[in-house]
């Protein structure tokens, strides 16, 4: 009887010895590239996720804080710039005292020229001092406001503000108290008046450049703040970002890994089989 030829079994293939990646880690792989967030609820990571919401928390607090600072501030840019176009007309009003002083005494039709043009800048004081405002807020009108800069998130907190005192810088009468101690120029030919007049408009020059040294200081110690409360709302969202943000170098890696993975599983090969955990190493 004629043998047959027999040839050996060719041995079984074995699977790779890594599962399939499942469908579920890859979509959520994709989705932390997507957002670039690694922690979307507490499921993914109760504590990092409750850490960084009251990291952010605090950080919106201090955004309210820094939106009362600046409202503060720019009330006091609108004050100091009143009071620098304030002290540049007196500074105008003194060398009209000063020139009429330097006509001869007979002179009278050119120092009631100048008295006429002393008295048009005496009429711009009050209305100058009164569009001195902002959002209703005027600290050297007559009958000045207050500002008030809560550095709290809550107003109701009263111990964390700053009240600023208005100063009136208004033409001085007697129905309002306070205010510039200046009067009409009359009678400009009499030496007297015109000495009288020129200390009214240095006091009121002073009083002037005292408010505006105030205001000044109250602003610059209101910047420090701001940038004080800036540089803590950005490392407070550092810091919550950290601690839930997706690495994205580290996800595309682990996202490209799996994705060989699956596609060296889906092959028929004893080359791959083989050489498939290797191939993975090398990730």
Not at 79 to 105: F, G, H, I, N
Request: net charge negative.
């Amino acid at each position: 009887m004629a043998n047959s030829s027999v040839f050996p079994a060719s041995p079984p293939r074995s699977p790779l010895p890594s599962p399939l990646p499942a469908p579920d880690l890859l979509a959520a792989l994709q989705h932390r590239l997507a957002t670039g967030s690694a922690v979307d609820s507490a499921v993914d990571d109760a504590m990092s996720f409750y850490k960084a919401r009251s990291l952010m928390g605090f950080a919106g607090e201090l955004s309210v804080i820094k939106g009362n600072i600046l409202e503060g501030l720019q009330v006091l840019r609108t004050t100091t710039d009143a009071l620098e176009a304030l002290a540049e007309t007196l500074k105008q009003m003194k060398a009209l005292v000063l020139a009429a002083r330097s006509l001869p005494a007979a002179d009278k039709v050119g120092r009631e020229r100048l008295a006429h043009q002393f008295n048009a800048a005496l009429q711009q004081i009050d209305p100058l001092t009164e569009d001195a405002s902002y959002n209703g807020i005027n600290l050297i009108k007559a009958r000045a406001d207050t500002l008030t800069i809560h550095f709290a998130a809550h107003p109701g907190n009263a111990t964390r503000k700053l009240a600023i005192p208005g100063e009136p810088r208004h033409v001085a009468r007697p129905d309002i108290p306070g205010g510039l101690a200046l009067s009409v120029a009359e009678d400009w030919a009499r030496a007297d008046r015109l000495e009288a007049a020129v200390r009214a408009v240095e006091a009121a020059l002073c009083a002037v450049q005292d408010s505006l040294q105030v205001f000044v200081g109250h602003a610059s110690l209101l910047e420090i703040r701001r940038d004080f409360t800036e540089t803590l709302i950005s490392t407070l969202e550092t810091c919550a970002a950290d601690l839930v943000h997706a690495d994205v170098t580290k996800e595309s890696a682990y996202s490209l890994a799996l994705l060989i993975q699956r596609q060296l599983g889906a092959l028929d090969s004893p080359i791959v089989q083989s050489s498939g955990p290797a191939i993975l190493r090398l990730l």
